[in-house]
């Protein structure tokens, strides 16, 4: 079959423009170190391969949210053991403020350091994460939550809002707790109500009473007696010479009738139950006023209160005593609450880094898959770029010595 000149210039040329763009396209392809640049390419991972990326994106975004929740959850986790240290520091001081041996000045010098871990714990709970927003003030972050006033109390300026991070699919991570539940909601040492002890005077014997727990245990029975909602114990010797325990609520009914008292025994009524200790003297009596919950920070200024009181004698001393022991009763339940605030922070940085492990094989898994669509095989390429560059010199050599050739050539 003849073909044209026309034709086979044409022919050459497609043929050598098409060889040099399978080269071209090897070359881009190593620079590039991609198998899959362009759509054209290959529709179908390049689809893939979008869908990947989408994914990584969305696993950034979690790494990200992993260290700002991580951040925050950090610095509550080190208020909160600073605050265990200070409060077994309290706790001490108090031992040691309650000493036979301490004259009035000795007393006011330990009185001034719990002003001092007073000021520290205050501190603690306007702990900043490194943006500078507070970590205990709920939702409100901007400001100091708690603030000292000028009668020694401390007030909290925050809400009860709990700011949580999105650290997966459909999984959250707490970042902040309220100021108000961790320091100022501690669970009183006596349960739902407070004692106050009033000692018959006339005797002076440093042995009295205690209220151990002053709990409601039946809420489906109880019923509040009026406003305020508050007890009173008496003790009295009864006829057959026994001492006598007598409840009354605050309208003078009697909520328990008078019978005989045995220390360590629980006596209920109207859904409350109150356990004591000790022996009580005659005359004695107990009000009980609902308090369910204390403050760090006014229990450290009780005790300091109570030091800075000058010692006492006999039925003063007994009352000293019996407020002391309550004030140690609520550091004590202080450290516990806050040794289980701690084991729910520590649980929470467990949760972040159980999510950052989840997360980091799966950015493997879906990485080698990326990898695999679209990356390219070096060695392969480079030998297929070898073949094709080679396939184009021989056309361009075949195209050059044919378009040479005339008749004279064969003459």
Do not use: C
Request: aromatic content about 6%; charged content about 25%; cysteine-free.
């Amino acid at each position: 079959m003849r073909i044209s000149t026309n034709q086979f210039y044409h022919r050459n040329t497609t043929n050598i423009i098409e060889r040099q763009s399978s080269v071209n396209q090897s070359i881009l392809n190593i620079s590039e170190g991609k198998r899959v640049i362009t759509a054209g390419d290959d529709a179908v991972a390049t689809n893939s391969i979008l869908n990947i990326r989408q994914e990584q994106a969305l696993l950034k975004q979690y790494q990200t949210n992993i260290d700002f929740a991580d951040s925050r959850i950090n610095v509550q986790e080190s208020a909160m053991k600073s605050a265990e240290d200070v409060m077994f520091r309290v706790k001490d001081l108090i031992i040691q403020g309650n000493s036979i041996g301490n004259d009035d000045a000795a007393r006011q010098a330990i009185a001034d350091e719990l002003k001092e871990r007073k000021e520290e714990l205050l501190s603690l709970a306007n702990s900043r994460d490194e943006s500078g927003s507070y970590v205990f003030g709920g939702f409100k972050t901007q400001n100091p939550p708690f603030e000292a006033q000028s009668d020694n109390s401390v007030v909290y300026h925050g809400d009860n809002g709990q700011r949580e991070t999105n650290i997966g699919p459909g999984v959250r991570v707490a970042t902040s707790d309220s100021g108000e539940k961790v320091f100022m909601e501690v669970g009183s040492s006596t349960g739902d109500f407070r004692p106050t002890y009033n000692l018959n005077a006339g005797i002076d014997n440093v042995e009295r009473t205690i209220v151990t727990d002053a709990s409601i245990s039946d809420r489906a029975t109880y019923v509040p007696v009026g406003s305020p909602d508050d007890y009173t114990v008496n003790f009295a010797t009864l006829p057959s010479g026994e001492m006598g325990v007598t409840v009354l609520d605050s309208t003078g009914a009697t909520q328990y009738p008078a019978a005989p008292y045995v220390a360590g025994d629980t006596i209920s009524f109207n859904g409350v139950s109150i356990t004591m200790k000790e022996t009580p003297q005659n005359g004695d009596s107990i009000s009980l006023s609902p308090q369910p919950d204390v403050d760090m920070f006014g229990v450290i200024q009780d005790a300091i209160d109570w030091l800075e009181q000058p010692n006492g004698t006999g039925v003063d001393e007994a009352q000293r005593q019996l407020e002391i022991g309550h004030i140690l009763g609520d550091v004590d339940q202080i450290q516990i609450e806050l040794g289980g605030i701690r084991a729910e922070i520590g649980a929470r940085l467990q949760i972040t880094e159980s999510q950052d492990k989840r997360h980091e094989d799966y950015n493997l898994t879906i990485e080698k898959s990326r990898s695999a669509l679209e990356d390219l095989d070096m060695v392969e390429a480079i030998s297929e770029f070898e073949q094709r560059k080679i396939s184009l010199q021989a056309a361009q050599t075949a195209f050059s010595q044919v378009q040479n050739m005339n008749l004279l050539n064969f003459l």
